[in-house]
């Protein structure tokens, strides 16, 4: 929880100000200070990092990058 905390207070300003990390803000200090749920706070958390509309996958149909660590 400190590392999230971190990183939310090294965030731009303007970023740091908008609703939704001030909710996952929010959501870490209950989990922190009040034993709240730390599943909420992580989906709060990953609904700031990734907004509506932000593709968090790869798409299928593109060439993988690497090898997996199987095949080394």
């Known amino acids: 929880m400190r590392d ?4 939310v207070t090294r ?7 908008s609703a939704a ?3 996952a803000m929010h959501g870490l200090n209950q989990a ?5 749920p730390i599943e909420f ?6 609904q700031a ?5 932000t593709p968090v996958y790869r798409y299928i149909d593109k060439a993988p990058v690497g090898k997996l660590v199987r095949e080394r």
């Open 21 to 23: 990390w001030q909710t």
């Open 41 to 46: 706070t992580r989906l709060r958390i990953m």
């Open 4 to 7: 999230a905390g971190d990183y």
């Open 32 to 36: 922190a200070e009040h034993d709240g």
């Open 11 to 17: 965030l731009p300003k303007n970023e740091h100000d």
């Open 49 to 53: 990092l990734y907004p509506k509309g």
